[in-house]
Structures are given as structure tokens and as C-alpha cells.
């Protein structure tokens, strides 16, 4: 690994080592405080967006974003979700006549909220340990492919898009979040393959899925000429390059939880 690869990788671990208690113990503490942690997020995401995105309106399209994410998030309604989602979509479309990124600002109105949506629907139906689950995974994902991308290197992903990222780094996520998927059903003791095996199973297909994310963001950003989506966390870019796949796989893995959570019960 090159000096100043090594050296992003330490800066990169030491941010997470930082952040990655204060999340754990949120989503353990309490479910007002899971709330406070995905509203929080939101915020952060839509200002972000609403910056990240060249327009003449930030505040406005940031307020409209955090809007739709907190009624999904609080009200936990999908019919509230609908049609917060609807009048927001209007607003912006109204808003944004003229604008030469009108496409993503709408865009920012579903992807923001149905990502933290699903986070908190995974808490609110199944608990904090299945948070857990899921955080750890994802986290394993960028962990994997980055180690296993930056050592193998080898053909690349998607170069139009994302020069950086190489199959042995999906496949190195897709392998470290198995792994860690196990390794998180064993320590609340579901460890046993028969119990196990559905989420090993899961977070296999949901490595893709949160790889996809991350190549969707990379897409925005090449788009707009970034190289990160902003510079507030140290090592890791902005907030949506620490997110992406996460807010992306989440209303996936609310769907297969649905689906396949009764067979390991």
C-alpha cells in the first residue's frame, strides 16, 4: 500500500474509531435516541446535498430535504411519507425551474429520507441488535473493499466512474461483511450456522447492493467535478461519502428482513 494511501487509511481509522462508539451506544441506549441519531443524519445529509448540489436556493431545498426525512422518520407512516414526499417533489420542482442540476435536486428528496427511514424501520421492528447487525456489515463492506482494492488491485469496477474501485475490492466487502455478519450473530448468541446462515446470506447480496451506492454517488460526484461530497469528516470526505451505501442498502435489507427473518425464528 503506497505512503499516502496508508497514511488516508490511518486517518480514515482513527475518524472511525472515534465515531463508531458514539453510534453503537446511541442505537443500544435508547429509541429516542436511534431518533435523534437518524435526524441528526438527515440534517447533516441535507445540508450537505443541498450544498453539494450547485443552486440558488441551499437553505430552502436543505429545509425541504430534512421536512420529508423527519416526518418518515417520526411518523413511521408510510402514508405520511407519501404525502410529505409528493408536496416536497412539488416544491422543488416549483423552486427549481431555472436550475442547472434540477434532476438531483429532486433526487435528493427520496434518496436522503428513505435511507434513514429504513434504518430507523429495522430498529423500530426488529431492535437495536439488528441495527447493529446491519451498521457492522455495511462497515465491513468499506472496510473490505477498501483493504482488499488498495493490496489486489487488479481490473476495475466501473472506470467511468469510479477509477478507484476494483472487483477484489467488491469482493473483499462482499467476504469481510459475511464475516462480520457472523461474527455479530455469534456474540449476541445466534450463532449457529442454521441461525446464522440467512444473514451471512443477506449481507452477501447487500454488499452488492451498498457497492452499488457507493458507484451511484461516485456517479453525482463526477458529475458535479467533486471529489468529495464535502470536507467534514477527516479522511472520509463528507457525509454522504461515509453514508452512501448504507442509506442506499437499507430500504433493501427492510425488505428482506421482512421476508426472511421468520426463518431463522
Excluded at 24 to 49: D, H, N, R
Excluded at 146 to 168: E, H, R
Aim: glycine residues 8%; charged residues 10%; contains cysteine.
Amino acid at each position: 500500500m503506497e505512503n499516502s494511501k496508508l497514511k488516508s487509511f490511518f486517518i480514515r481509522l482513527l475518524t472511525t474509531v472515534i465515531m463508531v462508539p458514539v453510534v453503537v451506544y446511541m442505537v443500544m441506549y435508547s429509541y429516542t435516541s436511534v431518533y435523534i441519531l437518524a435526524l441528526f443524519g438527515s440534517a447533516l445529509l441535507s445540508w450537505e446535498w443541498a450544498t453539494m448540489v450547485p443552486n440558488k436556493k441551499s437553505a430552502f431545498y436543505a429545509t425541504t430535504y430534512l421536512f420529508v426525512a423527519a416526518t418518515a422518520t417520526i411518523l413511521g407512516s408510510v402514508e405520511a411519507y407519501i404525502i410529505s414526499g409528493v408536496l416536497a417533489l412539488l416544491l422543488v420542482w416549483a423552486k427549481s425551474k431555472g436550475e442547472e442540476h434540477r434532476k438531483l435536486l429532486l433526487l435528493g428528496v427520496p434518496y436522503i429520507s428513505i435511507g434513514f427511514w429504513a434504518i430507523v424501520e429495522i430498529y423500530t421492528l426488529y431492535g437495536a441488535q439488528m441495527v447493529l447487525w446491519f451498521l457492522f456489515m455495511v462497515w465491513g463492506v468499506d472496510i473490505g473493499g477498501y483493504i482488499f482494492g488498495s493490496l489486489l488491485k487488479g481490473p476495475k469496477l466501473a472506470p467511468k466512474i469510479s477509477p478507484n474501485k476494483t472487483w477484489a475490492g467488491l469482493f473483499g466487502g462482499m467476504i469481510l461483511a459475511m464475516f462480520v455478519s457472523y461474527g455479530v450473530c455469534w456474540f449476541f448468541d445466534a450463532g449457529t450456522w442454521s441461525n446464522a446462515k440467512f444473514y451471512v446470506y443477506m449481507s452477501a447480496f447487500l454488499a452488492v447492493i451498498a457497492q452499488i451506492g457507493d458507484l451511484i454517488e461516485s456517479a453525482i460526484k463526477r458529475h458535479l467535478g467533486l471529489k468529495d461530497s464535502s470536507n467534514m469528516i477527516p479522511g472520509h470526505g463528507g457525509i454522504f461519502d461515509r453514508i452512501d451505501g448504507l442509506i442506499f442498502a437499507a430500504p433493501f435489507a427492510v425488505m428482506l428482513l421482512r421476508n426472511l427473518v421468520y426463518f431463522v425464528e
